[in-house]
């Protein structure tokens, strides 16, 4: 049994993927910014014998990361997946009319979230048997993309892109993996339904990634599909 922290689990794909480790029999911390309001989450967590716990944790809170560092104090981690997201709107990230203060904000939480994250966690990782760091990122960070982007979420990818290989080069001899995900263009609420895959379909792929996953995919970009993705 794996022990998993699963950041912005109360929808879409974090949501999904807390549904795959406990039916795998994995333990699972679940961590949104407003558990109150977690509906289906906390419904399925009632359900799971034990398997899933809901915490409070806003990755763009340094504070509120260290809150719940406090809950779980030394229990390893075998696996850490850097979900949480959010997004401000095509309208207000283009050219012509770019929203700064959304811009820090997705920065703050897709860039120096998963940071936050990786720092205060990095212990309980190194104490587990599996030792993976998975941060989801996106295809709209890669320069191989050639389509229109958000340049706040975009930016706030890429810049997570490079912390983590830049990272996963430094701490290569500690055992620990950390790749990036590309989790498909999914229909959550986030993208709508003009994406292409459900979430579902998403967190099987990236599960079954996770799972078969070694030290020598340290500073990938993979798929959710089993591939690597192109910068």
């Given at each position: 049994m794996a022990t998993v922290l699963i950041t912005g689990s109360a929808r879409g794909i974090g949501f999904e993927l807390v549904k795959q480790y406990a039916a795998a029999?994995?333990?699972?911390?679940?961590?949104?910014?407003?558990?109150?309001?977690?509906?289906?989450?906390?419904?399925?967590?009632?359900?799971?014998?034990?398997?899933?716990?809901?915490?409070a944790m806003?990755?763009?809170?340094?504070?509120?990361?260290?809150?719940?560092?406090?809950?779980i104090g030394d229990t390893p981690l075998d696996i850490v997946i850097n979900n949480a997201g959010v997004w401000g709107g095509l309208e207000t990230q283009i050219f012509d009319n770019m929203d700064y203060d959304n811009w820090a904000f997705e920065f703050n939480v897709m860039a120096m979230g998963p940071w936050r994250v990786m720092q205060t966690f990095w212990d309980n990782v190194l104490a587990s048997d599996q030792k993976k760091i998975v941060t989801m990122t996106s295809q709209v960070s890669a320069h191989a993309y050639d389509h229109i982007v958000g340049y706040s979420y975009a930016s706030a990818k890429a810049a997570v892109n490079r912390l983590v290989t830049a990272l996963a080069e430094e701490k290569k001899d500690t055992g620990?993996?950390?790749?990036?995900?590309?989790?498909?263009?999914v229909k959550t609420d986030m993208a709508g339904d003009v994406a292409d895959i459900?979430?579902?379909?998403?967190?099987?792929?990236?599960?079954?990634v996770i799972n078969e996953m070694t030290h020598a995919d340290?500073?990938?970009?993979?798929?959710?599909d089993g591939g690597i993705h192109p910068w």
């Open positions: 029999g994995d333990r699972v911390y679940a961590t949104t910014r407003t558990p109150a309001s977690a509906d289906a989450l906390n419904a399925f967590a009632a359900d799971s014998d034990g398997l899933v716990t809901v915490h806003d990755v763009g809170d340094m504070a509120s990361v260290q809150a719940f560092a406090e809950e620990i993996t950390l790749a990036l995900m590309h989790p498909g263009w459900e979430p579902v379909e998403s967190a099987i792929g990236v599960h079954k340290t500073g990938k970009f993979l798929k959710w």
